[in-house]
């Protein structure tokens, strides 16, 4: 059942020059599937509501996190002043982008802002030590939109079984990475064992689509090993 709630702003936190992580202080239990998302309205406007992906983990109790790209809507600008106390009201929790625990290998395809979910569920799985063998491909233009590097170079120190793979259209001398975009080769290359895994897809429709259609048609996956979050409004 969804549940809403009037929140408070704990903390911003900047993770590129146009991304933003909002954390709010909970005062209740907040029951949740890691890569699930909510609905977030500002100034109780309903011209200011917007779906988010919650990017903190369940296993992260003090606080609930959504991380947006900054862009020049209203939504966006409004979001981007939040200061600690000032509140929200959120919506929650909605979405089957979710990892079944059974999965003992699955792996994440994702560009940009498709992070978010992405970073809950690998969180959640390596502070349960679940034991899943996670493989992410993570696209993006350059080094300088990479969101939750740090956290996700963190969480490979201490999992092995996580393994991620920058895909970046502008290669940074000193930074190891794949150049160009995802492609089918691209997925052989870093995913070996791709036939044996359940596919997550995270980002724009445009790029989900184009994902979901090299796991088909070029690398012949099936389509109920392949999961699928699409962030309209990009
Ligand atoms: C399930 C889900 C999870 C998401 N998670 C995240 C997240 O974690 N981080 C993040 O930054 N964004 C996320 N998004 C996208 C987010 O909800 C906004 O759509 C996006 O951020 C654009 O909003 P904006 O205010 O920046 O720009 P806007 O100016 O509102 O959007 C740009 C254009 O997209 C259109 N648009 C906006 N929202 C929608 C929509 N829902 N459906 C169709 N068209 C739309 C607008 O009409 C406009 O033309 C998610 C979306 C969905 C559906």
Known sequence: MTKDLMVRVKEVIPRTYNVKSIRFDLGVEFDFKAGQFLSLTLQNNPALKRYLSISSSPTEKCYLEVTKKITGSDFSKTLGQLKTGDTVTIQYPFGKFILEEQEKRIAFLSGGIGITPIRSIAKYAVDKNLGVDMALIYANRSLKDIVFKEDFDAMQKIYPKLKVSHVLCEADPGFKCIPGLINAQVIKNEVSDYARRKFYLCGPPAMV?????????????????????NFQGY
């Open 209 to 229: 689509e184009a994902m979901g259609k090299i796991l088909t048609e070029e690398l012949g996956l099936d389509k109920k090993n392949i999961i699928t979050e």
